[in-house]
Each structure stands twice: as structure tokens, then as C-alpha cells.
């Protein structure tokens, strides 16, 4: 089942436990509180131990591939040669600011706006996010970097095939054919 089906499925079957959930009860309360800052905890725990694993691994193997293009950025895009180590360490690092952010977001609605139920929902879907992480799934779990986890990740889409950056030897060699272009002018 593809990875976003399943994060609705997750939380849609977590919104009707939450429910149930009497969180007006000051001690029910505590203990998802515990439960949340517990939950992101081990989280950033298992990101930093990614990212030690990675360091001490220290894979020189170079890695060339062609980035799509944002949109939003014109200078985005383009040949990216970078070694394993440092992709694998800017994958981990986008991970733990996905995390920094989803605290911040869940403090602002929890502290400010007196939600409650997003910080159940949030726990869970946190924990399943860490499973499906690709570096944790290489340097943790053990899995080889082969299929889908064959770096660069490409990105999972909920409507489609996966995109992700092109790494065939003709959108390199394009690629780099464009870049000795523009050093030319």
C-alpha cells in the first residue's frame, strides 16, 4: 500500500481512538502529553544515531544525479554530484527538520489554541513516519540500498509513480553538456 494511503488510513483510525479518549481528565491529559514529547524523543534520538551511523560509515562513493527543477526556485535543479555520505546526511538532516517543525506547529496548537487530540494523532503518525524513513530503513534496520531505497530516493506520490531525480546516463550527460554551456558565455 502506497506510504500516503496508508498515513490517512493511520489517521483517520487514530482520530476515532482520540475520540474515546477522555482528555479532560487533567491525568488522561498528562499522559499524552508524556506520550507526545516521549514519541518525538526517540524520534530525534534515532535521526541523531542515523546520522552518526552515517558519519562513521563515511561512504566516499560519488553519487551524480540531475535534480528536478522547483518551481518556485529558478536556480533549483540542475546535476548534484555529491558523495553518499553527504546526501545520506542532508536526507537525514530534511528529516529532523520535519520533526523540529511538527513540534513547533503541535506547541502552537496544543499551548495557544488548546488542541489536544493532534497531540495523539501526532505521536503516532511521528513513530510511523521514523518506520518509513529511507536512511533509518539503511542505517538502522539494515536493509541494502537497493529498489526503493536505492539513493537518490525518489519521492513517493499519492496519485502516481514515484518521481524523483533522474539518474540515467543521458539526463547526466545533458546536464552536464549545459553547465559547460553556460561557463561558455
Do not use: W
Not at 494523532?121 to 536493509?143: C, R, S, T
Not at 540500498?145 to 550527460?173: C, H, N, V, W, Y
Amino acid at each position: 500500500m502506497n506510504s500516503g494511503i496508508q498515513n490517512i488510513v493511520i489517521s483517520l483510525g487514530a482520530m476515532q481512538v482520540a475520540r474515546r479518549i477522555p482528555f479532560d481528565d487533567p491525568d488522561v491529559l498528562n499522559y499524552v502529553r508524556i506520550g507526545y514529547v516521549a514519541s518525538q524523543v526517540v524520534i530525534m534520538g534515532v535521526y541523531f544515531f542515523v546520522s552518526y551511523k552515517v558519519r562513521q560509515k563515511n561512504d566516499q562513493t560519488v553519487l551524480k544525479y540531475v535534480d528536478a527543477q522547483n518551481p518556485m526556485s529558478p536556480d533549483s535543479g540542475g546535476l548534484v554530484t555529491t558523495t553518499v555520505r553527504d546526501y545520506d546526511l542532508s536526507e537525514t538532516s530534511k528529516l529532523l527538520r520535519a520533526v523540529y517543525f511538527g513540534v513547533a506547529m503541535m506547541a502552537f496548537f496544543h499551548l495557544y489554541m488548546k488542541y489536544t487530540q493532534p497531540l495523539f494523532i501526532q505521536a503516532l503518525m511521528g513513530l510511523k513516519n521514523l518506520y518509513d524513513a529511507k536512511p533509518v530503513a539503511i542505517h538502522v534496520l539494515g536493509k541494502p540500498a537497493e529498489g526503493d531505497l536505492k539513493r537518490p530516493f525518489k519521492t513517493a506520490s499519492m496519485f502516481g509513480a514515484a518521481a524523483g531525480p533522474q539518474t540515467d546516463a543521458a539526463s547526466i550527460t545533458e546536464a552536464e553538456k549545459k553547465i559547460g554551456a553556460k561557463k561558455e558565455d
